[in-house]
């Protein structure tokens, strides 16, 4: 055999197109010596040390390439980066950039290029807008070239979007929605017609790494039941999809646990203030309010009110995921000392703390948000992160520029390994098969992992 063919055997192995079994056996038939293999096995090995230990995620064994040979494949991502959703938009589309770098900005032979859309109005708090989140779908599906669209993170964006994804057959993954109805049907959260109507084609195109809020909502109630030995619940909702549903779902199961719903009422997020409303309510005698809202939605304004005339002593404060930022413990000082928020998954701290990918991933992003050591990113971060290695991954298994091969591919995706050690695997609907939903306490002014609600 020549000599050229022997170096397309070791491109081969390095772009990890074979495995080191089969260069050893193709090496030897091609006349190579077994001290040089052994020397070209211990260069790929180096190599391999060398990569990010966070890219190690995904689905063990997927072989990785640098070639571009093939041409370009554009990916687009749709969410809110501006006013009170800087952080988490931002934070997300920076470990989403280093994620494919860590990649080499390839994947099955491809060049790999992303734009991040704006979806929101920065003169509006930076609120997802949904003439923007039609604008940026379309101009996804209109370019040839875009293989999978990334977002969104409100679910009643994704509410408008995945309809137009999924008559283009292009795969759409979040890395935030939460909303139950986008992929199943659940009693008394969801709505009538939910999930089918957002599937014209009758074809799933769209999944989440995230967890839903049927699975967040429920952990909640139990765990404001059982242990921290609540019965009286008051609750409220920003009225958006989102809030709302996860909020339908704390009471339905807070009541089927044995607890008390005393209300479940949506409030006004642009209202300058809330004291009448907990006033209201603290005559009512809640031990707990649940708060069904995100960041944007003055959350942090409802808090501070209510710890105005309901100290932390008497009612606890739970909300959900939405308000796992610090944008929210800032925007409400003093007043959200004490508070818990349920987040599906593990905080910055956690991940640290378990070492191995999920601390590579969090000292790296740190890093390139200029957080200092002990910075906490935006947890939702992380699953932004590992959106793009379902994606890097599905475009290399799939090894053709290729919607409908690439949405297969993704959906398909079966025994994933976070970052922070989990596995799971994508079910029919698009969701994950073993969501693992966090306790979060802010601590001295800081979200601080308690451990597991579920």
Not at 50 to 75: M, Y
Request: charged residues 20%; aromatic residues 8%; hydrophobic residues 40%.
């Amino acid at each position: 055999m020549a000599r050229e063919s022997i170096a397309g055997l070791i491109a081969q192995l390095h772009q990890s197109k074979i495995t080191r079994r089969e260069f050893t056996q193709r090496a030897a038939v091609a006349g190579l010596s077994a001290g040089l293999v052994g020397n070209v096995l211990a260069v790929h090995a180096a190599k391999a040390q060398d990569l990010p230990e966070a890219a190690t995620i995904g689905i063990p064994g997927t072989p990785h390439t640098t070639d571009t040979s093939k041409g370009t494949i554009k990916l687009y991502s749709s969410w809110p980066f501006t006013g009170a959703m800087e952080r988490i938009g931002g934070h997300a589309i920076e470990a989403t950039y280093m994620c494919l770098e860590d990649f080499g900005n390839a994947a099955g032979g491809f060049a790999i290029e992303y734009e991040p859309l704006d979806e929101g109005i920065a003169a509006n708090e930076g609120r997802w807008d949904p003439g923007k989140a039609t604008e940026n779908a379309n101009r996804a599906i209109n370019d040839e070239s875009c293989m999978a669209y990334l977002g969104t993170y409100n679910s009643g964006s994704a509410a408008i979007s995945v309809p137009l994804t999924n008559v283009a057959g292009l795969a759409q993954i979040s890395f935030a929605n939460t909303y139950p109805g986008l992929t199943t049907s659940f009693e008394g959260a969801t709505e009538e017609g939910e999930p089918d109507l957002y599937y014209p084609t009758g074809t799933r195109n769209y999944m989440r790494v995230c967890p839903a809020d049927h699975v967040q909502g429920d952990a909640g109630a139990r765990w404001a039941i059982h242990e921290n030995g609540r019965s009286k619940a008051y609750i409220l909702h920003d009225n958006s999809l989102y809030g709302k549903g996860v909020a339908n779902v704390f009471a339905l199961i807070f009541a089927q646990e044995g607890g008390e719903v005393l209300g479940n009422d949506g409030y006004d997020p642009r209202a300058s203030d809330y004291q009448s409303l907990m006033t209201s309510i603290a005559d009512a005698g809640p031990d707990i309010i649940y708060v069904g809202a995100t960041v944007d939605n003055n959350a942090a304004k409802l808090l501070q009110d209510m710890r105005g005339v309901m100290s932390a002593d008497d009612v606890t404060f739970l909300g959900p995921d939405g308000l796992n930022t610090d944008t929210f413990v800032q925007g409400a000082a003093d007043a959200a000392e004490g508070a818990w928020i349920t987040f599906g998954g593990f905080s910055a701290d956690a991940l640290v703390e378990l070492g191995g990918p999920g601390a590579d991933y969090v000292a790296r992003i740190r890093e390139r948000l200029d957080l200092g050591e002990t910075g906490q990113p935006d947890s939702y971060a992380v699953y932004a992160y590992e959106s793009m290695v379902v994606v890097l991954q599905a475009i290399e298994r799939a090894g053709a520029a290729d919607r409908t091969a690439i949405l297969d591919q993704m959906f398909g995706t079966e025994g994933f390994v976070t970052l922070a050690g989990t596995t799971w695997s994508f079910n029919d609907e698009g969701d994950i098969d073993n969501p693992v939903i966090g306790l979060i306490r802010v601590v001295d002014g800081v979200l601080t992992f308690q451990g597991t609600a579920n």
